[in-house]
C-alpha cells in the first residue's frame, strides 16, 4: 500500500519487516505487564483477556515467544542453562 506521506510510507514499510513486528510485539509484551500490575480496581480484566487472545492467535502478534521480547527472561533461561549452552 502507497502513501503520499513519507513517513505514513516509511511505517507502512516498518511494520512489514520483522523488526517492525519485533518493536511492535515487545510493546504489547510489556505493556501488558503493566496492565497486569494494576491494582485490580483499576484493571481491566477483559483487555487482558483481548490482548493475550490476540496474542496467542493473530499471527501479527504472535511471532515471537516472550523469552526474546524479555530480556530479562532471557537472561534467566541463559543462567539457569549456562552449563549446557557454554560448557562451563
Known amino acids: 500500500m502507497e502513501t503520499?506521506?513519507?513517513q505514513a510510507q516509511e511505517a507502512l514499510d516498518l511494520y512489514?519487516?520483522?523488526?517492525?513486528?519485533?518493536?511492535?510485539q515487545k510493546a504489547i509484551y510489556f505493556g501488558l505487564q503493566k496492565m497486569k500490575e494494576q491494582p485490580e480496581e483499576f484493571?481491566?480484566?477483559?483487555?487482558i483477556a483481548d490482548i493475550e487472545?490476540?496474542?496467542?492467535?493473530h499471527p501479527a502478534?504472535?511471532?515471537?515467544?516472550?523469552i526474546m521480547l524479555d530480556q530479562d527472561q532471557a537472561r534467566?533461561?541463559?543462567n539457569?542453562?549456562?552449563?549446557?549452552l557454554t560448557g562451563k
Open 80 to 84: 539457569s542453562h549456562r552449563e549446557v
Open 16 to 24: 512489514q519487516t520483522t523488526r517492525g513486528r519485533l518493536v511492535i
Open 76 to 78: 534467566e533461561y541463559f
Open 53 to 57: 487472545l490476540l496474542r496467542q492467535f
Open 4 to 6: 503520499q506521506d513519507p
Open 61 to 66: 502478534f504472535c511471532s515471537f515467544p516472550d
Open 43 to 47: 484493571r481491566e480484566d477483559s483487555d
